[in-house]
């Protein structure tokens, strides 16, 4: 994956109002707001994000794909859908998750009706991304109990 591509499109997810990071290792997950970005530094193969709260580092050797997601299979029953940005390891394994303001949830995280205006950033990230080194865009489907 093209160093400059990666860190322009992490730049932007950053600077997105609401912007949820998710780390999970399987084990164990962080969920982080991507308020009160302080830094975000490149050096090298590494990023470093700090916030007021938190900092993460990522190793951008490691992505090998980036898919955005509309995903119709969370297992959150209060909202229809989730939109989020996944960065991920040769392997399939997710490394992290940029989760966009939910349209279906107001500003108190309570469901309301649809907002397209916060879906838009989803939206217009994807259409500017996918197709630049290998940047997908993926839709899944809901399950169906059977």
Known sequence: MEGAILKSMISELL???DMLLVIDSGGAVAEMYARD???TEFSGQ???IESGDWHMHLDLATVSAVQFVDNADHG???MPKVYYARLSAADGT???RFYFPNPWLDDSESPTEFQPERLRAFE???DRYVGKDGIT???LPEQVAG
Do not use: A, F, K, Y
């Open 124 to 126: 217009e990230l994807r």
């Open 46 to 48: 590494w990023s470093m």
């Open 94 to 96: 997710t490394l992290v």
């Open 15 to 17: 600077g997105i109002d």
């Open 37 to 39: 970005i302080q830094s």
């Open 76 to 78: 959150h029953d209060m």
């Open 137 to 139: 865009s993926v839709e």
